[in-house]
T-cell receptor, first 109, second 115 residues
Framework: GQQVMQIPQYQHVQEGEDFTTYCNSS?????IQWYKQRPGGHPVFLIQ?????EVKKQKRLTFQFGEAKKNSSLHITATQTTDVGTYFC?????????FGKGTKLSVIP | ETGVTQSPTHLIKTRGQQVTLRCSSQ?????VSWYQQALGQGPQFIFQ???????GRGNFPPRFSGLQFPNYSSELNVNALELDDSALYLC??????????????FGNGTRLTVT
């Protein structure tokens, strides 16, 4: 079945440093979605990428979808304490959305 | 706009028992998906309902079953509970259109503990 791998599993950064998480799928995706889950909360949708090579920005967050539509990345510039949480990528193939295990981001003030 | 609501928020059951979890979709959504999230893991797809029929299922045994009602609310039933079923169960609804291709709106989840 479809597998979505995400690295790193954990990332500790000093406030103001940049952060990147990478996502790789075993199969070609129709789209990839990113979610953020705060401690004790539920996943909240951030963005969806559909086109090969697509790049989208949301303020300090930059999302990329690979040319082969099998990998993606999320980059946060100048992290803030409000960025703390676990970031999940989720790959869509057919009806099923498969989540990675997530990258847990800790930001040291 | 009413978001996705789940009940109960917490539940403790004994191994071998049965449990029913409930979910009310966000207004305007007609697709409901259920996910199991173990501690420190990503959500695992259980199944999806569209127009009251199951139209997709993940790698979960038949003792996990569900229903979707005409008002798009949904239930997840788990029979013969096992210790490994302890997890956060998330319900997610999505917008009208092709099922599975629109972003998911999650509820706060039900924390199930099996002892």
């Amino acid at each position: 079945g479809q597998q979505v791998m995400q690295i790193p599993q954990y990332q500790h950064v000093q406030e103001g440093e940049d952060f990147t998480t990478y996502c790789n799928s075993s199969t070609t995706l129709s789209n990839i979605q990113w979610y953020k889950q705060r401690p004790g909360g539920h996943p909240v949708f951030l963005i969806q990428l559909v086109k090969s090579g697509e790049v989208k920005k949301q303020k300090r967050l930059t999302f990329q979808f690979g040319e082969a539509k099998k990998n993606s990345s999320l980059h946060i510039t100048a992290t803030q304490t409000t960025d703390v949480g676990t970031y999940f990528c989720a790959g869509q193939a057919g009806y099923q959305l498969t989540f990675g295990k997530g990258t847990k981001l800790s930001v040291i003030p | 706009e009413t978001g996705v609501t789940q009940s109960p928020t917490h539940l403790i059951k004994t191994r071998g028992q049965q449990v029913t979890l409930r979910c009310s979709s966000q207004s305007g959504h007609n697709t409901v998906s259920w996910y199991q999230q173990a501690l420190g893991q990503g959500p695992q797809f259980i199944f999806q309902y569209y127009r009251e029929e199951e139209n997709g299922r993940g790698n979960f045994p038949p003792r996990f079953s569900g229903l979707q009602f005409p008002n798009y609310s949904s239930e997840l039933n788990v029979n013969a509970l096992e210790l490994d079923d302890s997890a956060l169960y998330l319900c997610a609804s999505s917008l009208l259109g092709t099922p599975g291709n629109s972003p998911l709106h999650f509820g706060n989840g039900t924390r199930l503990t099996v002892t």
